[in-house]
């Protein structure tokens, strides 16, 4: 064939042996084909469970004078007092809390700021303060949605840090008393 170059057949007739996938290789004869190379199962690494959880408690025990008190619980009274106190709180429970200041503490604004344990700021509000000793009770928005985990709160009186408290969102809500509620 004129004008075609012989490498150019060359390199079609190669890449075509490799298209068709070549010509197989057979052991010569009398001897018996060369064994599969050996493969090996590897394990499957078992995935840990998830870590559980563990509470942690709400100091309840009534504040020494000059303490800042903050009580947590599942609802409010008329007089801003809890009226069923928890240690921690079941998913989809309200959040209730009443702080009391101590005295020598003055203000009209309470600020509290809650936080999950990675530091990311989950919410924010404020409450009227009143009476004496001083005391604020409110109920935390959007509570009752908080994922299981623990959280910190910061509490301010008119922007001033004045204590932080903690809580826990848990599978099944503890109550004060022995056992859940």
Same mark, same amino acid.
């Given at each position: 064939?004129?004008? *075609?170059?012989?490498?150019?057949?060359?390199?079609?007739?190669?890449?075509?042996?490799? %298209?068709?996938?070549?010509?197989?290789?057979?052991?010569?004869?009398?001897? %018996?084909?060369?064994?599969?190379?050996?493969? %090996?199962? *590897?394990? *499957?690494?078992?995935?840990?469970?998830?870590?559980?959880?563990?509470? *942690?408690?709400?100091? $309840?025990?009534?504040?020494?004078?000059?303490?800042?008190?903050?009580?947590?619980?599942?609802?409010?009274?008329?007089?801003?007092?809890?009226?069923?106190? $928890?240690?921690?709180?079941?998913?989809?429970?309200?959040?209730?809390?009443? $702080?009391?200041?101590?005295?020598?503490?003055?203000?009209?604004?309470?600020?509290?700021?809650?936080?999950?344990?990675?530091?990311?700021?989950?919410?924010?509000?404020?409450?009227?303060?009143?009476?004496?000793?001083?005391?604020?009770?409110?109920?935390?928005?959007?509570?009752?949605?908080?994922?299981?985990?623990?959280?910190?709160?910061?509490?301010?009186?008119?922007?001033?840090?004045?204590?932080?408290?903690?809580?826990?969102?848990?599978?099944?809500?503890?109550?004060?008393?022995?056992?859940?509620?």
């Amino acid at each position: 064939m004129r004008g *075609v170059p012989s490498s150019l057949w060359l390199v079609a007739g190669a890449a075509l042996a490799l %298209a068709c996938g070549g010509a197989e290789r057979r052991p010569p004869a009398g001897q %018996a084909p060369a064994p599969e190379p050996a493969t %090996a199962a *590897v394990p *499957v690494p078992e995935t840990a469970p998830p870590p559980v959880m563990e509470p *942690v408690p709400i100091v $309840v025990e009534p504040a020494a004078p000059g303490e800042l008190d903050v009580r947590f619980g599942l609802g409010l009274a008329g007089d801003g007092s809890i009226t069923t106190p $928890v240690l921690s709180f079941g998913a989809g429970d309200a959040v209730c809390l009443s $702080v009391t200041l101590p005295p020598g503490v003055a203000g009209t604004t309470l600020g509290l700021r809650w936080f999950d344990l990675s530091g990311v700021q989950v919410g924010e509000t404020t409450a009227a303060l009143g009476g004496a000793p001083l005391r604020a009770a409110l109920r935390l928005p959007g509570g009752e949605r908080l994922e299981r985990g623990d959280y910190r709160i910061e509490l301010t009186v008119d922007g001033r840090a004045v204590g932080e408290a903690n809580f826990s969102i848990t599978d099944l809500r503890q109550s004060e008393r022995v056992g859940g509620a």
